[in-house]
Each structure stands twice: as C-alpha cells, then as structure tokens.
C-alpha cells in the first residue's frame, strides 16, 4: 500500500507518480464537502483541455495561491475521511461516499488503490472521475464506479492523446462505467456518437450522459438550451 500523499501542482506533463506517492492538489478536497460526500481532487492531468475548469490542479500557471499544494500521508488522508481507519472503534462517518477526481487520478492509480482498498474495506461507496485515457488497473475491482468523460475535439487535444481506443473499450466492458460527453454544440453530440458507435463492447444508452461545458450557471444554461433545442421536450402529453 502507498504510503504518503503529496499535495502539489506538478506540470501538466508531468511523469505519473511512481509505487508510494499519490499527487493530489490542494486542501480543498477536505473542505469540499458535499451532501453526497466528500471530493478527493488529485493534482497532474495527461490531457491539456483548453476549456478545463479545474487547470488550478495541473498547470502550475494557473495554480490557486488561496489553495497552496500540501504534502499529505496516505494514513492522513484515510484518517481525515473515516477516524476508523486509525482507530477502530471511532464513530463512523455518517456519509461514507466519495468521488475521486482532478485532474487526472488514474496517473496515479498504484498509490490510490492502497486508499480505496482501505475505504473499500470500511463501506465507503468509491466513485472515480476519468477522461477515459488511462487504464485503470489496480482499481478497476475496487471502484464502484467510473465516470468516464472522453474528450472531444473542441478540448484542442491532439485526437491520439484524447482517444485510447484499448483503454476506452476497457471501460466500455465494465458495467460500473458511465460515459459522459462534454458539449458546445449539437455537432459535438455527432462526434459523440461516432465514439459510441467505435466502441467494442458496445454501450448501452443508460450508460451515456451529455452534459453543456461552461465554467459558470448561465453558460451551461445556455448551452443545455441550445443543446435540447432540436429535441423540445413535451411536458404533459
Ligand atoms: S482531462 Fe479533465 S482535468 Fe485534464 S485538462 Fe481535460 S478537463 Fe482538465
């Protein structure tokens, strides 16, 4: 199991985290707390989207100076999610659900694993956030679910970067995976169905999600609008 997590920014380019280190970002995945639970936000991305709304987490250009990168344990992660996993009598967290995200966690997926098996182990529900272009290997049994968002040619990453077809059809066959397309335009749905109709296993349309990009309410608003425009939904009938 790893045994330390480092809190930093490295670049976007950076060479994954090898065996005993977990980069995730900044303090915020420990006050991030939301009704469904926690956010574990790990620092490092493969992909460089241009729209990326958390770039905060992989380009050190663009890094929060309200949220400087930190250098934690494995142990102090589990232990700041769930005291039991110090102390086995502790009272249990009342929402023992979490969705790992970043960045890109599956760069990091040999340390991760030490904390999920952990949470695994205690009851946590463990949700992980992917762009798809990574395998994940070690978690793919221990992850309840993948949410995997392949990145579409409005993200201005190069196509062979973006799309790993073995590693988009490794997620295609695990039944614990979802796939959601982020979109400007009703061309973007186009390019998203062509990836669909690529994948081998295919997958099922209760599989797949859509969701507007914007960085703010009024943008996904708009866009979700303009989205559904050619399919007006009819409410009563
Ligand atoms: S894959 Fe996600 S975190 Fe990485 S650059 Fe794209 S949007 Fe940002």
């Known amino acids: ?73 494995v142990d102090e992660v589990l232990r700041r999610l769930d005291p039991r996993a110090a102390a086995p009598d502790a009272v249990a967290p009342v929402v023992r659900r979490i969705v790992i995200t970043g960045g890109e966690p599956l760069l990091q997926t040999d340390a991760l694993a030490g904390v999920c098996q952990r949470l695994h182990q205690l009851g946590w529900v463990l949700e992980v956030e992917t762009s798809g272009s990574l395998s994940p290997g070690p978690l793919t049994m221990i992850v309840d679910r993948f949410n995997v968002s392949p990145k579409l040619t409005h993200s201005g990453v190069a196509e062979g970067a973006r799309l790993r077809w073995p590693v988009l059809n490794e997620f295609a066959a695990l039944p614990h995976a979802t796939f959601k397309f982020v979109a400007r335009t009703v061309r973007d749905l186009d390019e998203a169905g062509a990836i669909l109709a690529r994948l081998d296993p295919a997958v099922d349309a209760s599989r797949v999600m859509v969701m507007a990009e914007g960085t703010d309410a009024s943008e996904v608003l708009g866009r979700s609008r303009e989205l559904l425009e050619p399919w007006p939904l009819v409410v009563g009938a």
Do not use: I, Q, Y
């Open 1 to 73: 199991m790893a045994d330390h997590v480092d809190e930093h920014v490295p670049s976007p380019r950076a060479a994954p985290a090898g065996r005993g280190d977990v980069r995730a970002d900044h303090p915020r995945w420990r006050s991030h707390r939301r009704a469904r639970g926690p956010v574990l936000r790990l620092a490092g991305c493969n992909l460089t989207c241009v729209w990326c709304d958390t770039a905060f987490s992989w380009d050190p250009a663009r890094k929060d100076p309200a949220r400087p990168p930190t250098t934690v344990t």
